[in-house]
């Protein structure tokens, strides 16, 4: 599964596919969030896609869905708007229910023709010339945060990299002030963690406090914007755009949340995944210090073998079968970007970590179609330059132990990564 494997990692891992293998595939419930944070949902997935690529599950925490793990299964689902449906008044995009009260649209969650309105707001951020300009911030912010990391010294890459660097962009994108720009970690985590015993917030109620700071204070800045002339930021382009300028409060707090996970989580845990997916496989990490213009094709890599986004969530908006299944109205469909990402049909030994594979860009990480991640590029372009600066700088950036997952089924992400680098 992985290049380099310790024994205890070995153990464990079959432990999980003699379990995948011996559980009722009509007892599989692929979205439980332990199976992700103890990294061992692979070998169900593997089952799911040979003998049940359109599978159901009658009861879990999230209650009955449906499971698509096939990658040209998926791209059905997502290219079928007319019978898949992503509106928040349905439930949304994850597979965790909202509350109908405490439901609130984002361009995401939301169907043509509104979709395509708010989404055209904010696509400016992420043209060409607007990215040129980006990246000399990218740069310069990348290589302060490099220079000033510990030598010899184990530290939590996760903390003073993944997140600094990734939370100093969304402030850069929304002009938010800069001391408190831990904030947007903080709001991005709150708005995808599950509440209780293992989440950051014990309750429903708690997380709802906390988005509710985060809605009053981008109000306050709002504001500000509105008084101003037209800026180059995420903000002031919804604020003076006339799809977003008269949103409901709701649908204000969506597109926000939308776009603080959406700059935060995916960049962030992919920056993670790189340094663990290098370390997993050595002969990879060898060859890419050896030839540098390999960052080209490995940054889609990692994007493909992390998979930040573990799903996308559609409900059915009629009856309809497909591959078979009899999928009813009302229903929830889970299309898997993790299992479509390992899909032996599509991509070539999906299991290996190859950085110099001819079709990188093969992978469904950013989703397809009209809901296509609108920063993709912006993604790559920041762990592009962030590798390139690292390169420069160090040898080896070693994994001293096993890294904390996070707790979810959606955001396939990393609590904490500890590392060394190399004097």
């Not at 079959?14 to 419930?29: I, R, V």
């Not at 055209?120 to 310069?140: C, E, G, S, Y």
Request: with cysteine; charged share 30%; proline share 6%.
């Amino acid at each position: 599964m992985h290049g380099t494997i310790d024994p205890a990692e070995e153990t464990r891992q079959d432990a999980a596919k003699g379990l995948a293998y011996s559980t009722p595939l009509e007892q599989f419930n692929p979205g439980d969030p332990e199976l992700f944070r103890t990294d061992s949902f692979w070998p169900y997935f593997d089952r799911l896609r040979k003998e049940a690529p359109v599978h159901y599950c009658k009861e879990s925490m999230f209650g009955p869905y449906w499971s698509v793990t096939k990658y040209n299964d998926i791209m059905d689902i997502e290219t079928n708007h007319a019978v898949f449906s992503s509106a928040s008044s349905l439930g949304g995009i994850t597979i965790r229910d909202v509350a109908p009260d405490l439901r609130r649209e984002s361009f995401i969650a939301m169907d043509q023709p509104r979709h395509s309105a708010q989404r055209k707001t904010v696509a400016p951020m992420f043209t060409p010339t607007h990215l040129d300009q980006l990246a000399i911030n990218i740069r310069k912010r990348s290589a302060e945060c490099l220079d000033n990391l510990p030598k010899n010294d184990v530290f939590d890459w996760v903390d003073q990299v993944s997140v600094e660097l990734t939370t100093q962009m969304l402030a850069v994108l929304f002009d938010f002030p800069w001391e408190d720009r831990r904030k947007l970690t903080r709001w991005s985590d709150i708005a995808t963690t599950i509440p209780g015993p293992a989440g950051l917030v014990p309750t429903e109620e708690a997380r709802q406090i906390e988005l509710l700071e985060c809605a009053a204070y981008f109000s306050e800045l709002w504001k500000e914007r509105i008084a101003q002339p037209p800026k180059h930021d995420l903000l002031s382009m919804m604020a003076h755009s006339e799809a977003t300028r008269d949103m409901d409060p709701k649908n204000f707090l969506g597109n926000l949340i939308l776009l603080i996970v959406g700059g935060n989580d995916t960049t962030r845990n992919t920056l993670s995944g790189s340094i663990y997916a290098l370390n997993k496989n050595p002969d990879q990490y060898r060859k890419l210090r050896e030839n540098p213009e390999l960052i080209d094709s490995f940054v889609p890599e990692v994007i493909r073998w992390q998979t930040p986004l573990a799903h996308m969530r559609r409900t059915a908006l009629e009856d309809i079968e497909f591959r078979g299944k009899q999928i009813k109205k009302g229903d929830k469909v889970v299309m898997w970007y993790v299992s479509g990402n390992r899909d032996e049909e599509v991509i070539d030994r999906p299991y290996e970590f190859i950085i110099d594979r001819a079709r990188p860009r093969t992978h469904i990480s950013f989703g397809f179609g009209i809901h296509r991640c609108v920063g993709l590029r912006l993604a790559e372009l920041q762990l592009k330059i962030i590798w390139e600066e690292i390169l420069k700088r160090f040898g080896k950036i070693e994994l001293v132990d096993e890294p904390k997952r996070v707790y979810s089924s959606f955001v396939k992400g990393y609590e904490t990564l500890p590392v060394r680098i190399a004097g």
